[in-house]
């Protein structure tokens, strides 16, 4: 078959998918700092975003890169920063501001190992918990994952999506094994592709509160320029914008952060599965690893052993509810992740007893293979 | 009469600052400058960092974004990148732009970014109370110096031209019109322009630097500063002790968007 019968089909990495689903999402403003695993989606945007009349810098370190991507937002250009795991870090005050002033932006983080520089070219899936906990405060996040070169172009297509409907940071985490690996990916139509944009105000410049009261608890914020003059800021603040000290007002609006997220939980939670209606063991098990996990599943199947997979690609909100669910099906649950145990410790708490939780967890740069697995399901049955 | 209710946020008033403090005068001299400038409000953003000075944006009526400590460069570099046309003023502090956000102040400079940067420089944390900062000088008392600072400071005008800015003044509060001339020729400049502006901080520095009264330290500034043309007319031995006060560099160099428009359409039309 010539390659005229599949005209969108590509051999692409996974960070260039990243960067490729970025563009199709509409990205038009990339800030980032070099660092490895995920410096190849800086590099593909930086010659790829003016082609198209977007904007590309390289800052001079990651706490500017995160900081020029929410200026460049309230301008109304959909922003994305890319990184891994110690410019994650320095990002995290940046994002917490994004998270307050309701800027929407999408950061991608390429994981690797840590504490410190950690494994800089190693597979690692640690920080997911810094992804919801990173910065400081109370506060909601949506965080999505990517398993292929395949997910990596779509889930950046639904984070900038997610980002502009709930107008929040939306983060996306890929390990280093799905970033640095070439594969095959199917570019859809653009025509077919589901694009979000935010909200714009539909009153006068007069009448205008950026943080006004909604009945979805989201924030209509006008761009830069387009004569609606306001207020952002990182402080508690109220509906015109301006730093509050009321403790009632700061309560509310801390609250509505929260609830524009979980009370959309359903929209935003997805969740693949293999093999779980009559499974007796479970997996939970996402990024690289939930391709490992598939194999798995389908040699224990081979064997006889009822094994399923629930494969999350939305990490936070944490999928708790489903959890449950397999929980009360299954007699146990294996987490396979490359951490020690940083999801588990979720799906231990959501299972509620229901199932016994078994970690099977790696840190020493290396994949989790799906013997390992197979291995872990035959010692748990 | 000058209309300043046009350009303020009225309900925003009372403000915050202390009594005596020079940041007041920068505001007035701001918002002087920018109607002189003729710029439409519309398409003026005012960044700032955290800080006394960087409350400023609260109070004017255009655009206003209040961001992380230190952060307001790199905030305001993706709002002008994203779109040029938009005019944007940057409001920071010694502390703030010197500190913990020096890193973002020289490379902005360097890469010649067409802001406008307006620098309260009042040697202190005054937010925080008092503490040291880059530009305290030798000597003085702060909340955590209480025995003198042993720190040499920073000439932060100097910073900014040996980093490659296009345009650098030094103006204070005492010369208020000199600092409306200052403020308003960085605003016509087209590539990354400082205006450092010297302030007096009578509560956290004066109080501890026998300077409490808010005269005292608006006579000091009148007379420690030297304009740049009596400057020249000054011996080596007279410029001793004294701050020079005016435009410090003014030149023509390639900004930042300007260039990055060049090579996008020289890419597009291959």
Redesign the interface.
């Known amino acids: 078959m010539g390659k005229d019968n599949f005209p969108n089909v590509r051999m692409m990495q996974g960070n260039q998918a990243c960067a490729e689903g970025a563009l199709a999402a509409g990205c ?2 990339f ?1 980032g700092y070099p660092i490895t695993p995920s410096s190849e989606i800086a590099e593909h945007l930086s010659t790829a975003l ?2 198209v ?1 977007g ?1 590309f ?1 390289q ?3 990651e ?15 959909k ?1 994305l920063t890319a990184t891994s795991g110690p410019g994650f870090s320095l990002k995290q ?2 994002i917490g ?1 994004a998270c307050m002033a309701e800027v929407p932006c999408v950061i991608i983080n390429v994981m690797r190992g840590g504490p410190s520089t950690g494994m800089p070219t190693l597979p690692a899936q640690m920080d997911v918990q810094q992804a919801r906990w990173g910065t400081h405060g109370d506060h909601s996040i949506i965080v999505l994952v990517a398993a292929t070169a395949q997910d990596a172009y779509g889930q950046t297509i639904r984070a900038f999506n997610l980002a502009e409907k709930y107008m929040t940071p939306v983060i996306l985490l890929l390990d280093e094994i799905v970033g640095h690996t070439t594969e095959k990916v199917v570019i859809p139509d653009p025509s077919t592709i589901e694009l979000v944009d935010r909200k714009k105000p539909e009153v006068t410049p007069e009448e205008y509160r950026p943080y006004a009261e909604t009945e979805d608890c989201i924030p209509i914020l006008a761009n ?12 508690c603040h109220n509906e015109t914008g ?2 509050i000290n009321d403790n009632s007002m700061i309560e509310k609006l801390i609250l509505r952060l929260t609830k524009k997220i979980v009370s959309n939980c359903d929209d935003i939670i997805m969740n693949r599965t293999l093999e779980l209606d009559d499974a007796e063991i479970g997996i939970f098990a996402y990024g690289s690893v939930a391709r490992s996990a598939q194999s798995a599943v389908t040699r224990c199947r081979a064997e006889g052993i009822k094994v399923g997979l629930l494969e999350p690609t939305v990490l936070w909100p944490f999928p708790k509810n489903e959890v449950l669910e397999m929980a009360k099906k299954v007699k146990a649950i294996v987490v396979p992740e490359m951490n020690l145990g940083q999801m588990a410790r979720e799906v231990e708490l959501a299972a509620r007893c229901e199932a016994v939780v078994h970690k099977l967890g790696r840190v020493d740069g290396n994949p989790i293979v799906p013997d390992q697995i197979v291995k872990m399901v035959k010692e748990v049955v | 009469m000058f209309n300043y209710l046009e350009y303020v946020r009225e309900g925003n008033f009372p403000h915050i600052w202390c009594s005596g403090c020079g940041d007041g005068i920068v505001l007035k001299a701001l918002i002087r400058a920018m109607e002189a400038s003729g710029m439409s409000r519309d398409e003026a953003v005012m960044v700032s960092g955290i800080g006394c000075s960087s409350r400023t944006p609260g109070y004017v009526d255009i655009n206003t974004l209040h961001t992380t400590h230190g952060r307001a460069i790199p905030f305001a570099t993706g709002v002008k990148h994203a779109n040029p046309a938009l005019k944007v003023i940057v409001v920071t502090g010694d502390g703030d732009a010197t500190a913990i956000g020096g890193n973002h102040f020289i490379h902005a400079a360097r890469r010649n970014i067409d802001l406008t940067v307006l620098l309260y420089n009042n040697y202190i944390y005054g937010m925080t109370g008092g503490q040291c900062s880059p530009t305290t000088p030798i000597g003085s008392k702060a909340s955590t110096a209480k025995f003198g600072n042993i720190e040499p400071t920073f000439n932060i005008s100097g910073l900014a031209i040996a980093a490659g800015a296009s345009f650098v003044a030094r103006a204070d509060v005492y010369n208020t019109k000199q600092c409306e001339k200052m403020i308003g020729l960085a605003l016509e400049k087209k590539g990354f322009s400082l205006v450092e502006i010297l302030t007096p901080c009578p509560t956290a520095f004066g109080r501890r630097n026998k300077m409490a009264s808010p005269v005292k330290l608006m006579e000091w500034l009148r007379d420690n500063t030297v304009s740049g043309a009596k400057w020249e007319k000054l011996s080596e031995e007279d410029r001793e002790g004294k701050i020079r006060t005016g435009i410090l560099i003014d030149l023509d160099k390639p900004e930042y968007t300007e260039e990055y428009k060049k090579l996008t359409e020289k890419l597009r039309t291959v």
Do not use: H, Q
């Not at chain 1, 706490?63 to 250009?77: D, E, H, N, P, R």
């Not at chain 1, 830069?224 to 402080?235: D, E, I, P, S």
């Open positions: 038009r403003f800030a003016p082609m009349g904007k810098i800052m001079e370190d706490i500017a890169a995160m900081g020029a991507t929410i200026g460049a937002s309230l301008t109304g250009l922003s005050e940046n501001y830069f320029g387009t004569g609606y003059k306001y207020n952002v800021t990182g402080l301006f730093p």
